[in-house]
Each structure stands twice: as structure tokens, then as C-alpha cells.
């Protein structure tokens, strides 16, 4: 299966996130986990302010959550030319892309659904694109029979791509692994698309192993680091130790598999001190870090303001940095 930023099957849907009790919802604030919004939703488990300083810091899970907007197929497709963290690069939609958008509308039958492999897409947000929950909400918004033949979809896994707080991304996706296997009885393939350059979000990742319960199920991987390759996982055991394989550098700041390396032929206390992060002097086989230029082409890319050199002729406007 391709990875999701070339993938010439993928059915992308637009959305926007509406934040209407924060104080100044503003792009600029994708800061990070110490970003702090006050807001002012009727929180009842959180401690009001002194009225001249009426509300409270933003918690998810506590406050009042964004309001979801999915684009109608109407309106101009943005998809996925490549994932960078709080900046993802879009572009305008193919006429294949965005015929496959025009599918899914709510008169669609439900056997519109099948076969098809769902990317839910949006530009920069406070607090994080809330992917994970905005694809949640619109599997929620399906009928049941709709839901019964929806059985493929992709997720980007990053930073921001879901929250700036990664235990809150943890939990998000372990609602949405649940959600699919308790209502979702045709789902077989789930595509995580990993571009989490210090894997950071790997471990949050390791709740969708809850899906290869499902019998016939498969989570088919790609990561930034792999150079293209992609994996396909159908146990649970292979798959959570793939995403807690222990990444480490070497004096030169290249990338290290410790599995790779034997880590497992190791004593329990010596694997456990590297996994801990305590490998800072560990030898062996070493990758080099893909970079930005090594997914940017010279050819697409001119500049620091990505514009692009030119566009095929299926595509319409002109591109754009969300």
C-alpha cells in the first residue's frame, strides 16, 4: 500500500475546527504543550477566574471540545502533499481526487463507502488539528449501514496532528481504536502514516493495536525514517513492538534502531536502560535522518515560501501552506 502523501487512492475530506469558548482562537497559538488558552465555556470541573479575569486555561477533556465543520463536496478540495509537523503542505485536488470526494455525500449509498480509503484533512488550529477526533466524529455522524462497509482508513501521526498535549493524543486515539472495533464490524485496514521524527507519539500510536483483534484486520505503517517503505502489521505483539522500538543516535546525530541492533539479545536490566533513553554512547549500524529536502524535490519547490514552479493542468488554484 502507498504512503499516504503519494497515494493516488486516497479519498481526503476536508474540515475545519471551530473553537467558539476561547478567548483568541488564533493559528498563531500552535505553539505547543505549554501553550495556554483561557476559555470560557460552562465548565463545571474547573476553577473560575476573578471576574476581571472571568474563565479558565483551556483542558481538554474538561472544556468544551471544538465544534467539527466537514467541507461539502462542493466546496474546493485541499489535499495532502506532504506532512512537516505544525505546517502541512497542501495542494489543490487532482479531478480524480476531487471526484472521489463528490462520492460521499449524506444521499450516498451506503456501499459508497467500501473500498475506499478515508484521509480527514484540515490546516493549522489552536490547540491541534484534533485529527483523531474529527475522524471519529464523522464515523459517529454515519448511518449504521454506512458504518457496516467503511473499512479503510489513513491517519497521520505527528506532532500537532491531533493535540499539542501527547497524552491527550494518546487518549483520542484510543477512543477512536475503540469506537471502530465496537461499531464498525467491516473495518480491515488501518494506514498510520508516521512522521514523528522523535517518535515521540509512537507509543500513543500502540493503542490501535486494539484493532488487530478484529479478525482479518491489518494496520499497514509508514514511516518518515523508512524511506518509502511501508509495513503491514496483523499481530498485536509485532505491531506494539515495532512502536516501541527504542530510537537512539550515535555521535553524529544518525538515527539508530536499537532492535535492529540486537537489542533484544540483551539483558533485561541493559534493554530497559536503553529504552529509558540511556544509549547515548550506543554502537552499531547506523541511518541517516531523512531531511526535509529528502521528501521536497528541487523540481516541485522553489523556495522557503513553498511556492510551486508550476502545476499539472488537472489541478485547480493555485497551492497553498496549511
Known amino acids: ?32 504543550p505549554t501553550q495556554i488558552d483561557r476559555c470560557r465555556c460552562p465548565s463545571s470541573t474547573l476553577p473560575q477566574q476573578k471576574d476581571k479575569e472571568s474563565g479558565h486555561i483551556y483542558t ?24 512537516h509537523g505544525p505546517i502541512n503542505m497542501l495542494r489543490p485536488a487532482t479531478r480524480a481526487e476531487t471526484e472521489r470526494r463528490e462520492a460521499i455525500h449524506n444521499e450516498a449509498e ?26 471519529l466524529q464523522f464515523l459517529k455522524s454515519l448511518s449504521s449501514e454506512a458504518r457496516k462497509n467503511f473499512d479503510c482508513l489513513s491517519l497521520l501521526i505527528q506532532p500537532y496532528e491531533e493535540d499539542c498535549s501527547n497524552d491527550f493524543s494518546q487518549k483520542s486515539y484510543a477512543e477512536l481504536a475503540d469506537y471502530i ?31 488487530l483483534h478484529k479478525e482479518d484486520a491489518k494496520i499497514v505503517v509508514g514511516c518518515s525514517w523508512w524511506r518509502g517503505e511501508v509495513k503491514e502489521y496483523n499481530s498485536v505483539k509485532t505491531f506494539l513492538e515495532a512502536m516501541t522500538t527504542t530510537v537512539a543516535r550515535d555521535t553524529k546525530g544518525r538515527r539508530l534502531d536499537l532492535r535492529e541492533q540486537g537489542l533484544e539479545k540483551m539483558s533485561d536490566g541493559q534493554g530497559e536502560d536503553l529504552r529509558k533513553g540511556l544509549c547515548s554512547n550506543y554502537q552499531g549500524k547506523s541511518e541517516v535522518i531523512p531531511t526535509q529536502e529528502d521528501y521536497l524535490s528541487d523540481d516541485e519547490w522553489t523556495d522557503a515560501t513553498l511556492s510551486p514552479v508550476s502545476h499539472t493542468g488537472d489541478e485547480e488554484g493555485s497551492w497553498q501552506v496549511l
Open 1 to 32: 500500500m502507498p504512503h499516504v502523501s503519494t497515494s493516488d487512492d486516497i479519498t481526503t475530506i476536508n474540515y475545519t475546527l471551530e473553537w467558539p469558548y476561547l478567548e483568541n482562537p488564533s493559528n498563531t497559538t500552535f505553539a505547543g
Open 60 to 83: 481538554r477533556y474538561e472544556c468544551v471540545g471544538p465544534e467539527v465543520r466537514f467541507h461539502p463536496p462542493e466546496e474546493k478540495l485541499w489535499v495532502l502533499q506532504a506532512p
Open 110 to 135: 451506503p456501499t459508497v463507502y467500501a473500498g475506499k480509503n478515508f484521509l480527514f484533512l484540515t490546516g493549522p488550529c489552536p490547540r491541534g488539528r484534533y485529527q483523531a477526533y474529527a475522524t
Open 181 to 211: 472495533v465496537h461499531h464498525m464490524s467491516g473495518f480491515r485496514t488501518l494506514c498510520l502514516n508516521i512522521w514523528d521524527d522523535e517518535m515521540r507519539l509512537r507509543r500513543a500510536a500502540s493503542e490501535y493495536s486494539l484493532l
